[in-house]
T-cell receptor, first 115, second 113 residues
Framework: DAGVIQSPRHEVTEMGQEVTLRCKPISGHNSLFWYRQTMMRGLELLIYFNNNVPIDDSGMPEDRFSAKMPNASFSTLKIQPSEPRDSAVYFC?????????????FGQGTRLTVV | AQSVAQPEDQVNVAEGNPLTVKCTYSVSGNPYLFWYVQYPNRGLQFLLKYITGDNLVKGSYGFEAEFNKSQTSFHLKKPSALVSDSALYFCASPTSGTYKYIFGTGTRLKVLA
């Protein structure tokens, strides 16, 4: 398997524009996570899906952020409108969750810069 | 509140010397503890995990970690460091009863040639 695939790897956009980040999880995995990484706040869990259903979105910073998982092989994280403070690296991770001790596999991330 | 702490922002070690990256935890119940490594411009990679049983856990790339319940620690170790081990290391644990990981703040390991 190619692992978790994220696109784009880099995104530069102007404030106010809509940004869509994409993720293809590992085939067969039933859980998907979106994380944000910044120097100031470290790794933050934004949202967690299990079997394509959002289970916990308490980490989504505000209504400008939305995430979808229309099927088991694809998820999107959308920011509309984007703001400079959204600049960060966004990671998608997937796992096959049966127990709490299952590790997650991370994509290479999307580096978002909002100017 | 449950937490995972990495007390050192950075650890420097000479190549060939043993290395230790520290992690302490405060979680309820039996802890599940993980170590991940992040190389520059890459995502996190799983190194090893403690579930139950043997307190010494062996993982990828020659790393191991020692679970110490009395000290609530899960330190990452390697007998002989390589320059290629230089990276950012994260300790993590799922919050009780959920699949939501708590990540430590990360420790940057620099192995000097």
């Amino acid at each position: 398997d190619a692992g978790v695939i994220q696109s784009p790897r880099h995104e530069v956009t102007e404030m106010g524009q809509e940004v869509t980040l994409r993720c293809k999880p590992i085939s067969g995995h039933n859980s998907l996570f979106w994380y944000r990484q910044t120097m100031m706040r470290g790794l933050e869990l934004l949202i967690y899906f299990n079997n394509n259903v959002p289970i916990d979105d308490s980490g989504m910073p505000e209504d400008r952020f939305s995430a979808k998982m229309p099927n088991a092989s694809f998820s999107t994280l959308k920011i509309q409108p984007s703001e400079p403070r959204d600049s960060a690296v966004y990671f998608c991770a997937s796992s096959y969750r049966r127990e709490l001790n299952t590790e997650a596999f991370f994509g290479q991330g999307t580096r978002l810069t909002v100017v | 509140a449950q937490s995972v702490a990495q007390p050192e922002d950075q650890v420097n070690v000479a190549e060939g010397n043993p290395l230790t990256v520290k992690c302490t935890y405060s979680v309820s119940g039996n802890p599940y503890l993980f170590w991940y490594v992040q190389y520059p411009n890459r995502g996190l990679q799983f190194l090893l995990k403690y579930i139950t049983g043997d307190n010494l856990v062996k993982g990828s790339y020659g790393f191991e970690a020692e679970f110490n319940k009395s000290q609530t620690s899960f330190h990452l170790k390697k007998p002989s460091a390589l320059v290629s081990d230089s990276a950012l290391y994260f300790c993590a644990s799922p919050t009780s009863g959920t699949y939501k990981y708590i990540f430590g703040t990360g420790t940057r390991l620099k192995v000097l040639a």
